[in-house]
């Protein structure tokens, strides 16, 4: 069964750093996009940017271009996204998910990991 | 920012049909294929309806999907209590290297 697991729930300071990631199972990790949307509360989603495992090649949205880093391990199937230095507006869910084909859908996705950013 | 339009809103009836609108241009809706995707309350978004009308294993034929020039539509027909999310359309956009871009979303009510 193809599955994501998201890393727990963090709870920040402004200006703190922050690495949350996405375990998969059950596929070929390096043969298939994985992609990084956030959600802030009551709102929509919106799809921050995407990376080929395979060859760590990274696509970014323009409205998170510089603001987050998307990475990830092969050697334990494992996506990240990270933070440099959090504000309060970054507080939201973020979902992984996996993208089938370059362009194509995104199924399944993580449970989510809820950021919450506050001094 | 969202740039496919959805109405904020739908309900109806158990029973009823409901059809859900996503407005695009040439860019995303108009030269790729659309997908939709079910957030059920407190829960992670989920693939309902992928290539503009093809269901995933266990997604129940009640919902479906069309696609016409720079528009979708989602349409569930015989609506069930537990059809109350919100439903999200989606598309990648050819614009700026590509990139996928979301629905502002749909919240369907079951009255």
């Known amino acids: 069964e193809v599955e994501l697991v998201q890393s727990g729930a963090e709870v920040k300071k402004p200006g703190e750093s922050l690495k949350i990631s996405c375990k998969a199972s059950g596929y070929s990790f390096i043969s298939y996009w994985i992609g990084w949307v956030r959600q802030m509360p009551g709102k929509g989603l919106e799809w921050m940017g995407i990376?080929?495992?395979?060859?760590?090649?990274?696509i970014y949205s323009p409205s998170f271009q510089g603001q987050v880093t998307i990475s990830a391990d092969k050697s334990i199937s494992t996506a990240y996204l990270q933070w440099r230095s959090l504000k309060a507006s970054d507080s939201a869910m973020y979902y992984c998910?996996?993208?089938?084909?370059?362009?194509?859908?995104?199924?399944?996705w993580g449970q989510g990991t809820l950021v919450t950013v506050s001094s | 920012q969202s740039v496919l339009t959805q109405p904020p809103s739908a309900s109806g009836t158990p029973g009823q049909r409901v059809t859900i609108s996503c407005s695009g241009s040439?860019?995303?809706?108009?030269?790729?294929?659309v997908n939709w995707y079910q957030q059920l309350p407190g829960t992670a978004p989920k693939l309902l309806i992928y290539?503009?009308?093809q269901r995933p294993s266990g997604v129940p034929d009640r919902f479906s999907g069309s696609k016409s020039g720079t528009s979708a539509s989602l349409a569930i027909s015989g609506l069930q209590s537990e059809d109350e999310a919100d439903y999200y359309c989606a598309a990648w956009d050819d614009s700026l290297n590509g990139l996928y871009v979301f629905g502002t979303g749909t919240k369907v009510t079951v009255l």
């Open positions: 040439s860019s995303n809706i108009g030269s790729n294929t």
């Open positions: 990376i080929y495992p395979g060859d760590s090649d990274t």
């Open positions: 998910a996996r993208q089938n084909t370059r362009e194509g859908w995104f199924d399944p």
């Open positions: 290539n503009n009308n």
